[in-house]
């Protein structure tokens, strides 16, 4: 075939194993990766991504067009998107019932490749049991002109004080600004000890150092902090899973990461679809036990 000039030696992207459509589509600008070019990512990091999608309530970001087009967060699955997509019946806050996707395999994911989904992101609790979360996750949202290096330093420190609670916790680059600090759990707590577990920690991080972070949405009070999005962890909210690709310019990708290798990093949003074979050689030095510990929540009363 033709050779791929864009991309360095050492990536063979692999044919999807579905059929792809406007394969030649561009979907982050006119010389940026095309639709196949996303399906044969999905097609080669399916196996590292389906311990984190598979029998969990995923909602996507569809831009069928395009990045620079239309993008939409889709929650519920629709009729005819075929026999691959499973889902799940799920009553939501305001009473109503909805069936909400859950991928299995990887001919589910890219199936809703097909269907024009770019990213990827899953709830907090698994399929077997939407009312017990099985992560923790932070979402450190950086205001403008604060560097990677702080946002790497501001996790680690998370990580630290969440250590000494007994809480392994792992990090990921999400292929935008910032760093998502996740701690695996063993479902045993309820959404709403989940959430107030999350968010009196962020409040008492925002205590100790109220310069440098806040536990509050509000725009004036993220001038110049970091956001600790402690919200992620409200039942039916969601988080960008590993392996993700991002609608955004360059084509980024979440990115699983050491703690030891974080600071290094140049920022969260530099593994790209450029190459995608940096990212799977990092992702087998970062190695199969990332994301994984059994622990729970101690909820003080
Ligand atoms: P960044 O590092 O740039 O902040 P991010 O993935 O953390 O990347 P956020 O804007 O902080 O992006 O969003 C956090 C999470 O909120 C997302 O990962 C996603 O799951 C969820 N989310 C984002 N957009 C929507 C949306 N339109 N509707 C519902 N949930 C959304
Ligand atoms: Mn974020
Ligand atoms: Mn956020």
Known sequence: ?????????????????????HADRPLFGADGPTKGDLASWYEAAAPLMLPFIANRPVALLRCPQGISEQCFFQKHVQKGWGKEIGSLMIEEADGSTDPVFVLGDKA??????????????GWGSRADDIEHPDRLVFDLDPDEGIGFADIAAAARQMRDHLADMGLVTFPM???GKGVHVIAPLDPGADWAATEGFAKSFA??????????????MSKARRKGRIFIDWMRNRRGSTAVLPYSVRARDGAPVAVPVAWDDLPSLAGANRFTLRDPGAILDHASSVGADWGKASQTLTIAD
Not at 5 to 14: E, H, V
Not at 203 to 216: D, I, K
């Open 1 to 21: 075939g033709e050779i791929e000039m864009n991309q360095p030696a050492g990536w063979i992207a692999p044919q999807p194993s579905i059929r792809i459509t």
């Open 108 to 121: 589910a994911i890219l199936r809703c490749v097909q269907m024009g989904a770019i990213e990827f992101h």
């Open 173 to 175: 680059v999400t292929g």
């Open 203 to 216: 409040q008492a991080l925002e205590q100790a150092e109220p310069r440098r972070y806040t536990a509050s």
